[in-house]
């Protein structure tokens, strides 16, 4: 099984970029990326999105905060294409479980991705509300578990393990920190990353040797030395 590489952006131009590379399967966005892209409205900027990504999946994540508003949020979302999955988080910003949004949304046909996903009792949580038949992404943040010094493998081992009684789920490696990520995910036999566009070309220059990677090196320290006339 080959791990899909989804970019992980809200920028137009770089959306139009990243869907003519063959590498790319699908695309992430979150609230934070919008804003970060110059959104002011989110509904009408979500259409441009769709004008240019019309077949590969792409998320839009809900911003509301109680069940009811999510779930209405929801639903609008996905009436916007047929390559939409909802972006739900997992808990609320009273840490409470969105278990009620995941299996309503699930139970209508929706196509979701769990967002904010730490734990392995969470994706088990996730998968107690769900159908067999739905597709289901469940997005789970290992870069971020990262920088507070938590190891994320053995919480996506878990998962993919769990998720297996589950033909239509896939588990996602989120928040990647550094090309090295992609290859952590293949190897752990994870069905998505989602990666920035900056990463996302350096694994297109997976490949080269160490060999490669020795001259480059002491050929740009020596380019650099030059370039300031250092002198001892």
Known sequence: MSTKIFCDIADLRLIKKFNEKKIVKGFTTNPSLMRKA????YRSYSKRILKVCKNKPISFEVFADDDKSMIYQGKKINAWGRNIYVKVPVVNSNNKFTGKVIKELNHQNIKLNITAVYTAKQTQKILKQINKKTKVIISIFAGRSGDVGKDPVPVIKKSIKMA???????ILWASVREPYNYTQAKQLGCHIITIPPTIIEKIEKFGKSFNQLTIETVKAFLNDSKKSKFKI
């Open 38 to 41: 110059g959104a002011k409205d």
């Open 164 to 170: 297996k009684k589950f033909k239509n789920v896939k």
